[in-house]
């Protein structure tokens, strides 16, 4: 790790542009310069800016299958991993968890078929390994500037009065709270004058099935003139991710690690672009990996002591959708 920072330091330092793909478990980075990216191997889209330079056809929406198995992440076996987070949580062992699950899909498309398909933020595809189409911001870096913006709270948005409901819900916001407070000491780290500029707005995103409505808040500080010079040890001061891990972090991963029996790998890990000054980075959300026994979707959401297993359980399920529409 410690080899794959410095590699990233000393490209900042030479304002060389690179893509970094880091996993949940920090044990795999990956770091390739733009100029060096192969788009049979990696397509990337970050907020407009991508590798891919033909533009690929883009029919085939009207024809999308995808379809969830949900027999393969019954709420039984959710409901085991649940009870055992509600138990170190009533400990006082963390105050939020993360909570992940896997489900198999079926589509009649390549990931990289889906890929031109979706429409998201923060877009990747890997070698049909896996791919990515998420919302979420992990953080930006502008104007000498660093941003995070935490995403908490998952609602159906055809439900009457879906705003106000999710805006008025304790539990989420005990959760979001527990989350922007997680994000505003992470920056604190890395930043100065770290303060909350924007608390618990809306978005609507849609999706092939339904329109969901996320709450998110917006984090910002100030950075040193010369904070390029060790990106690299700035980003991994700040993982994983606290919107996907919880808090504290250290017991709280321990937590993940004991309820899930399985390593997450590139899934809740974050990706992003350095143009030589400006950082763009994205939480690995929304995700579908190609293994020997077909498609996974994973998903998840976090879980405080208010939490109760057949909601939780839901919002999971309501995150499996194809960002296409």
Known sequence: MDGFIKILNEWGRLKVPFLFIVDFEMQKPLAFKISEIDEKEILFNINGITNHKTKQELSGKDELMFLVDYSSNPVEAYRVKFDLVKYHLHQGDSFLTNLTVKTKIETNKTLRELFFLSEARYKLWYRE????YSPEIFIQIRDQRIFSFPM????DAAIPNAKEIILKDEKELAEHVTIVDLMRNDLS???????VSRFRYVEEVKTNAKNLLQVSSEIQGDLKPNYYEAIGSLLFSLLPAGSVSGAPKKKTLEIIQNAESDRRGYYTGVFGYFDGKNLDAGVMIRFIE?????????SGGGITTQSLVEQEYQEAINKIYASVY
Do not use: P
């Open 129 to 132: 390994e896996f791919l990515v």
């Open 290 to 298: 190609n293994t020997s026994e077909g498609f996974f979707y994973r």
């Open 189 to 195: 780290i890395v930043a100065d004058s770290v303060r």
């Open 152 to 155: 908490k709270g998952t609602i």
